[in-house]
């Protein structure tokens, strides 16, 4: 019997007030839509996810430590944590599989301040600009790179 990969999906601050936050840059699909994609995707490619959302960077954190030994990669979009968290950028370091930053905005067409991703020097790789379709072109990438180096 072949074990599923498992994968964890973190939302950061303010990505619980999706669907009413800015729609115009954000989208009209709430945290809860985004999941259920998510969720649609990993049934296709016959993985699991757990998704959680936190505003607390220590919390982000917790769950990142707490999944080592159980998941085999994290998609975060750790909202405006990216652009300031040194701890976050350590824990990804730290971490033992692979993570891939998300971003429903293309963070690179907005505020110079949104322009510089802490994490993204220690993440696998970073998807921006997709909308929701930011979370499942990166499941998607960590299944296929994982079957690949299982081949």
């Known amino acids: 019997m072949t074990l599923r990969n498992r994968f964890l999906i973190l939302h950061g601050p303010n990505l619980n007030l999706l669907g009413t936050r ?7 699909l709430t945290i809860h839509d985004i999941d259920e994609h998510i969720r649609g995707l990993s049934v296709e490619l016959e993985v699991d ?12 954190i917790d769950l990142m430590h707490g999944a080592i030994g ?4 994290c998609i975060i979009n750790a909202g405006a ?5 040194i701890a976050l950028h350590d824990c990804i370091k730290a971490v033992p599989y692979p993570t891939i930053e998300v971003h429903l905005s293309n963070i690179h067409a907005r505020e110079p ?6 994490l993204g020097p220690a993440v696998r ?3 921006a600009g997709f909308g929701w379709r930011s979370y499942t072109a990166a499941l998607r990438a960590l299944v296929e790179q994982l079957r690949e180096a299982d081949a």
């Open 70 to 73: 159980h998941v085999d990669g």
């Open 125 to 127: 790789a970073s998807i």
């Open 81 to 85: 944590y990216t652009h300031t968290s």
């Open 49 to 60: 996810v757990e998704c959680h959302q936190s505003n607390h960077e220590g919390a982000l």
């Open 22 to 28: 800015e729609p115009g840059i954000y989208g009209s």
């Open 113 to 118: 301040f949104r322009h510089v991703s802490r």
